[in-house]
């Protein structure tokens, strides 16, 4: 087997995506490591959806208090400029596209940048969370998974199988194999994973991907 | 005027009947939660509630949400004792799936019922209720399950779903500092849904860590005014550590 990216590695992949001054909300899973990977010189707001903007990274222990608990309930540490605000506040920043990245997690997404990951249907219950919103309202959606599952399936697709978290979102899919572009001509390949070749990638992507001129391997 | 002032948390949830719509504050984080509101309601034992909240639930026994994952009171204690007949949320599943809660055990076997509801949908549908409004549209669910059966327009070109309202019965509603006209202030990550739902209910419940005389709190700085609070109960430790 070729070596994989590991999930701090794809984590720092995206966080190169992040802009000075980006306004970012974190989803759980590899999406919540990149608050490590803020490249140097640049400044990044994160949002909460539990109502904080502006939070750091996690404080010594002593300094941790159950008063300042980000959504996945890891402690952040308080930062000058920082903002707390209810939850209709909150998203009314998500849905009102005043957040510019929102990292998610993802059971599948499809070629159209389709996006499922809040349930898969033999569980018969899933956590919809601040996931709909999010995708439907965030200006960018950057994908940050796997590229198969632990048992080897697919999860980049033609069309999504589980429910749907919202249609046409995602615009850039990291993974440990790849960088895949959502565009409207189709997904197109613009990174791969040291040793990896578009053939390689493209075995464990359903739809056929277009290679982008300048395919290169992943930049770290 | 009548004090909002109640002895105690027992006292507070006293006259919540059967059947009633209640509100439960929080995002689903310790402080956030008003744990002895809840644990009263539990001996209280108001059976077939519909209970409108983010997590069913899915956070307290876990301990995801504390210092050093201690396990917290939540909405679980209600779904074990049989008191929960539906809930509307944004989180019913257990956060670990290996671990199903109480309220996904009991939905699984048909033995509750469920609204699922995005996050940013529900709070929003709170604030309407609040705000005396029948409901708006949001691009949120667009092509989802969540938009089974719900009036679609395209509004400047982009599909919108019509969403109700929400108000309830009571609230209950975990504060920092309330003083005895009721004006509320949180702390940190407290305001979240106690903020919002503090607007939506008729009878609303505020468990404090803290009751201050009146004038102690700067009113530039109150989140809740005191004319949407009726009861207030003053937690015994004041602070969740």
């Known amino acids: 087997m070729k070596a994989?990216?590991?999930?701090?590695?794809?984590?720092?992949r995206v966080a190169k995506e992040f802009e000075d001054g980006a306004v970012v909300n974190l989803g759980g899973g590899i999406p919540a490591l990149t608050a490590n990977f803020v490249p140097e010189g640049k400044t990044v707001i994160f949002h909460a959806e539990n109502g904080v903007l502006g939070f750091g990274g996690v404080p010594p222990e002593p300094e941790q208090s159950p008063y300042f608990l980000g959504a996945n309930g890891v402690p952040f540490s308080r930062l000058p400029g920082m903002s707390f605000f209810d939850h209709?506040?909150?998203?009314?920043?998500?849905?009102?596209?005043?957040?510019?990245?929102?990292?998610?997690g993802a059971l599948q997404v499809s070629e159209k940048g389709d996006l499922a990951n809040w349930t898969f249907p033999e569980r018969g219950i899933g956590n919809i969370g601040g996931a709909m919103d999010l995708a439907a309202g965030c200006r960018r959606i950057i994908v940050a998974m796997e590229h198969v599952t632990p048992k080897g399936q697919?999860?980049?697709?033609k069309k999504c199988s589980y429910p749907l978290t919202a249609s046409r979102c995602v615009e850039l899919i990291v993974t440990d194999i790849a960088v895949v572009q959502v565009t409207s001509d189709g997904l197109v390949l613009r990174e791969t994973a040291p040793g990896w070749t578009a053939e390689e990638?493209?075995?464990?992507?359903?739809?056929?991907?277009?290679?982008?001129?300048?395919?290169?391997?992943?930049e770290l | 005027m009548k004090t909002k002032v109640f002895p105690g948390f027992h006292e507070a949830v006293a006259d919540?009947?059967?059947?009633?719509?209640?509100?439960?504050?929080?995002?689903?984080?310790?402080?956030?939660?008003?744990?002895?509101?809840?644990?009263?309601?539990?001996?209280?034992?108001?059976?077939?509630?519909?209970?409108?909240?983010?997590?069913?639930?899915?956070?307290?026994?876990?301990?995801?949400?504390?210092?050093?994952?201690?396990?917290?009171?939540?909405?679980?204690?209600?779904?074990?004792?049989?008191?929960?007949?539906?809930?509307?949320?944004?989180?019913?599943?257990?956060?670990?799936?290996?671990?199903?809660?109480?309220?996904?055990?009991?939905y699984l076997a048909g033995e509750a019922e469920l609204e699922y509801v995005p996050q940013g949908t529900l709070a929003e549908r709170i604030r309407a209720g609040g705000a005396g409004l029948g409901g708006f549209y949001t691009p949120t669910g667009v092509g989802t399950l969540v938009e089974k059966d719900k009036e679609k327009r395209i509004i400047d070109g982009e599909e919108?779903?019509?969403?109700?309202?929400?108000?309830?019965?009571?609230?209950?509603?975990?504060?920092?500092?309330?003083?005895?006209m009721g004006n509320l202030v949180y702390r940190g990550i407290m305001r979240s849904f106690n903020a919002v739902m503090a607007t939506a209910a008729k009878v609303v419940i505020v468990e404090a860590e803290q009751i201050v005389e009146t004038g102690e709190l700067d009113p530039e700085i109150i989140v809740t005014p005191g004319i949407f609070v009726d009861r207030i109960v003053e937690m015994p430790n004041r602070r969740e550590e």
């Open chain 2, 16 to 106: 919540i009947p059967d059947g009633a719509t209640i509100m439960i504050g929080g995002f689903g984080h310790a402080v956030d939660k008003p744990q002895n509101l809840i644990r009263a309601l539990r001996d209280h034992g108001a059976k077939g509630l519909t209970m409108i909240v983010n997590g069913a639930g899915v956070s307290g026994s876990l301990g995801i949400g504390s210092l050093g994952g201690k396990p917290f009171i939540d909405e679980e204690i209600l779904l074990e004792n049989r008191q929960i007949k539906k809930a509307i949320c944004s989180v019913p599943a257990s956060l670990v799936m290996s671990k199903p809660g109480a309220f996904e055990r009991q």
């Open chain 1, 88 to 104: 209709a506040q909150s998203f009314a920043m998500i849905r009102g596209g005043h957040i510019d990245i929102s990292v998610l």
């Open chain 1, 154 to 157: 697919l999860k980049i697709l």
């Open chain 2, 160 to 180: 919108m779903l019509l969403e109700f309202a929400l108000r309830a019965d009571y609230a209950l509603i975990k504060a920092h500092r309330a003083d005895k």
């Open chain 1, 4 to 12: 994989r990216l590991d999930r701090q590695t794809i984590a720092l």
């Open chain 1, 201 to 218: 990638v493209q075995a464990f992507t359903e739809p056929k991907m277009l290679i982008s001129i300048d395919l290169k391997e992943i």
